[in-house]
């Protein structure tokens, strides 16, 4: 059974939906970027009916600004206290409840991260193609991933030998793409392979998440798109980063890879993966428990 539910958080309206189950581990869905509570392709939706068939209770929800939620827009750095509320208010659809997992994707992975060591009632993580995006991150996975991609591709030069091919305007912009680059240079807060302790509050993005990272006790589920920047990104962040490997290399980290999918897993059968792998890690986290 589906419930719709209104709860509060600093002083404006939440709105979800509880989905019921008997586990006594609950799984708290929280929305990424510019989404709300359904999700792209309805994910979250049959997400949580597929949890809630395996006797999964679930939230799935708006924070402030986003959806039905009242409140000023904020991003994925501004919604600790969202999380906290919606998890206060699952464990009051669930009473049974005795520890809840966190399910995001992409910048609600990173949200996810930076909530889950600073509450006990946390104990896992399912991240999603994780944002940890810089300017320089960014222009390096274009760089190894979209243009040197493209000299193999046939279409391509299918293109270029039938004269369609736009040679100005591709050098154009690969140009500036390595302009970009050369501009941005070694900037300290993109150092991330070092031993310094990192402050939460301070640091490039990927020291702060990874600092969250160490700090948390659960365990984590991390599914990774084949066909995605952003999952690109995060593979060339942990490839060149010796804690982040560290951070990673436990067996309290599972890895899965779903190489034809893009970045919201936008095909059934994707889709049905994801469910499917999110269920059995579960089902196994039940059993450690």
């Known amino acids: 059974m589906e419930v719709p539910v209104l709860f509060q958080c600093a002083g404006e309206n ?28 309805r994910q979250f939706t049959l997400l949580a009916r597929h949890l809630a068939a395996q006797g999964i209770p679930n939230l799935r929800f708006d924070y402030r600004g986003m959806g039905d939620s009242s409140g000023s827009v904020r991003n994925f750095e501004d919604i600790q206290l969202d999380i906290k509320s919606a998890i206060d208010q699952l464990f009051v659809c669930s009473p049974r409840l005795k520890r809840v997992v966190l399910w995001g994707l992409c910048d609600a992975a990173s949200a996810n991260l930076f909530y889950a060591y600073t509450d006990e009632r946390v104990c896992g993580l399912v ?17 190894k991933h979209y243009y040197l991609s493209r000299l193999v591709d046939k279409a391509l030069w ?13 050098i154009s912009s690969l140009a500036r793409m390595v302009m970009r680059l050369v501009k941005i240079g070694r900037y300290e807060n993109d150092k991330i392979n070092n ?51 560290q951070a990673l290399a ?3 980290v599972s890895l899965h890879t779903l190489s034809e999918a893009n970045h ?17 890690w579960l089902s196994e986290f039940k059993e450690r428990k």
């Open 14 to 41: 939440l709105v979800g939906i509880f989905s019921e189950g008997m586990s006594e581990t609950g799984v708290l869905i929280v929305v990424g970027g510019p989404q709300y509570r359904v999700g792209s392709h």
């Open 195 to 245: 031993s310094q302790q990192y402050d939460q509050l301070t640091g490039s993005l990927p020291e702060r998440m990874l600092h969250a990272l160490n700090k948390f006790n659960g365990r984590v589920l991390l599914l990774l798109s084949g066909d995605d920047l952003t999952a690109d990104e995060f593979r060339d962040l942990v490839a060149s980063s010796d804690d982040w490997k």
């Open 127 to 143: 991240l999603l193609n994780p944002w940890v995006r810089t300017v320089e991150g960014e222009a390096k996975a274009y760089l």
């Open 250 to 252: 436990g067996d309290h």
């Open 158 to 170: 299918k293109k270029i030998l039938s004269g369609k091919f736009n040679f100005k305007q591709s």
């Open 264 to 280: 919201t897993f936008s095909s059934a059968k994707w889709r049905h993966e994801v469910e499917r792998w999110t269920s059995d």
